[in-house]
């Protein structure tokens, strides 16, 4: 049987790149859809030899984008990790790397046009059933790419990328604070669960006998320490209202220390199982959140900027992310406005990825109710 050829798009997405896909060009079926994604990917091989993965979580990533028909939305995201060395894929969580591409992807595949000299669109995020606009510059109506805008993690620079994240509490889990409580001691040891854009949960580095200082190679080399994370984690995931979690990739565990090079608050971010080199858009403003609830295991440690708009600084192991927040309330009840971050993106080719006609032979399949 013949390979069947599914257009697509390769881009970079802040510090991840995958797949970008036209919901119409993929078949509705979720099961059949997901299959097709683990084809492209290459996926389960830890090598991801026989597809396009680059074999690490952050380039196994996919966006599936459409027009929208809600009213006041131009365009609809749905985010689908795939996993390098299981034949599973997770619609659980967001991606807010992959989203800094999908506004241009969705304009040069005419789905919507560019402004001039920039453009704006608001975007539904499928999986956490939430909105964002995003802005980047489009002289005479088209994306452009090179700029001026650098961030951690990304060599050279390129154009700039802002991202309004709207109304993100409790994104996955229904409530900013899903266990119900600040605090919740496992294992002994003292947790911040939230979920504001991210299931996230914060833990002192000094709880587990480190310092949250160490490199991504030393943590992930840290067998004992990350057999005490992974208990924490499928403990909590039932409390947070996530079921069991021993094959989900959320929540995201995140190892908090003191700032120390002028930043807001310090962290080692595992994705669940693996320390990130730097930390995700989502998971940076849920930590990011943390360090304003008083009470929270990351409050005592941030360095905070005074004002209801603060520009928070996570340190990562590869530099620093900044989110700036726009916050009502006070530090026992902080209700997150706004949160927005800067970003970049790179469309890097486009064409046809091809799968094996036995996993699909380009009909459509009828469509799940679910859909």
């Known amino acids: 049987m013949r390979q069947t050829a599914i257009p697509c798009v390769w881009m970079r997405g802040g510090t991840s790149k995958g797949a970008y896909f036209l919901a119409d060009d993929l078949p509705a079926d979720e099961d059949l859809r997901n299959r097709i994604l683990l084809s492209v990917m290459g996926s389960p091989d830890e090598r991801q030899i026989d597809g396009m993965g680059g074999a690490t979580s952050l380039t196994s990533k996919v966006a599936i984008v459409s027009r929208s028909e809600r009213e006041g939305v131009d365009i609809e995201y ?38 001039d000299p920039e453009t704006t669109l608001r975007l539904y995020m499928v999986n956490s059933d939430s909105l964002c606009d995003v802005t980047f510059p489009s002289p005479g109506g088209v994306p452009q790419y090179d700029g ?9 620079a ?6 309004n ?14 266990t119900g409580s600040v605090v919740d001691v496992i294992d002994g040891v003292p947790v911040t669960c939230i979920d504001n854009g991210m299931p996230v949960v914060l833990i002192n580095a000094q709880s587990l006998g480190r310092t949250g200082y160490e490199s991504r190679d030393e943590l992930n080399a840290d067998t004992e320490l990350k057999e005490r994370i992974e208990s924490i984690r499928l403990q909590v ?37 693996d320390c990130h080199a730097a930390i995700g858009v989502f998971a940076a403003v849920s930590v990011a959140t943390g360090c304003a609830l008083e009470g929270s295991v990351a ?16 340190e990562h192991p590869t530099g620093e992310f900044s989110v700036e927040m726009e916050m009502e309330g006070d ?15 790179r469309r890097l080719f486009e064409g046809r990825v091809l799968i094996p006609g036995t996993v699909w032979d380009g009909q459509q399949a009828r469509p799940l109710a679910a859909e």
């Open 78 to 115: 749905r985010f689908v990790q795939v996993v390098v060395d299981e034949p599973r894929t997770s619609v659980l969580q967001n991606c807010g790397n992959i989203l800094a591409g999908v506004g241009q992807f969705a304009v040069e595949q005419g789905l919507v046009k560019g402004g």
């Open 237 to 273: 995931g039932p409390m947070m209202s996530l079921g069991d979690v021993k094959e989900q990739t959320v929540p995201k565990m995140t190892l908090v220390a003191p700032p120390r090079t002028g930043g807001a608050i310090c962290t080692r971010s595992f994705i669940p199982h």
């Open 165 to 178: 994240f709207l109304d993100m509490a409790g994104s996955i889990c229904g409530s900013l604070l899903p």
């Open 158 to 163: 390129a154009a700039p990328v802002m991202i």
């Open 148 to 156: 001026d805008a650098m961030i951690d993690g990304v060599p050279g």
């Open 331 to 345: 530090s026992k009840n902080p209700v997150i406005k706004r949160a927005a971050l800067l970003r970049t993106a």
């Open 299 to 314: 409050y005592e440690l941030a360095e905070l900027p005074e004002g209801s708009r603060k520009l928070v600084s996570v």
